[in-house]
């Protein structure tokens, strides 16, 4: 099992940048494929970005690529996401996920969730 804590979020005007990080404790985190959700109240949450478990293959959803960035340092169970030329359409609640399968990247399946951070972009 493992635990995920989400730091870093927090308000910024359009077109600004914020570091999402992901501190992961328990076993095995190099094994798990890593995530970011975000969620708008009122409508379903959304995968943005994934990472397998090795950092090789990574997935963004249409609206964030070029501007995101996820990546992980498995030494120090760390998983961050890079957000820049933000957009009042990026204001969410941010979730750290991880997966056991790396066909989570794919699926959008994940298994254990932090509790999230908020992320606002005021125009």
């Known amino acids: 099992q493992v635990q995920l804590v989400e730091s870093g979020g927090g308000s910024v005007q359009a077109g600004g940048s914020l570091k999402l990080s992901c501190a992961a404790s328990?076993?095995?985190?190099?094994?798990?494929?890593m995530g970011w959700f975000r969620q708008v109240p009122g409508k379903e949450r959304e995968f943005a970005a994934g990472?397998?478990?090795?950092?090789?293959?990574?997935y963004y959803i249409d609206s964030v690529k070029g501007r995101f960035t996820i990546s992980r340092d498995n030494d120090k169970n760390m998983l961050d996401l890079q957000m820049n030329s933000l957009t009042p359409e990026d204001t969410a609640v941010y979730y750290c996920?991880?997966?056991?399968?790396?066909?989570?990247?794919?699926?959008?399946?994940?298994?254990?969730w932090g509790q999230g951070t908020q992320v606002t972009v005021s125009s």
């Open positions: 328990g076993h095995s985190f190099s094994s798990y494929a």
């Open positions: 996920t991880a997966a056991r399968s790396a066909a989570a990247i794919r699926t959008g399946r994940f298994d254990y």
């Open positions: 990472i397998r478990a090795r950092g090789a293959i990574v």
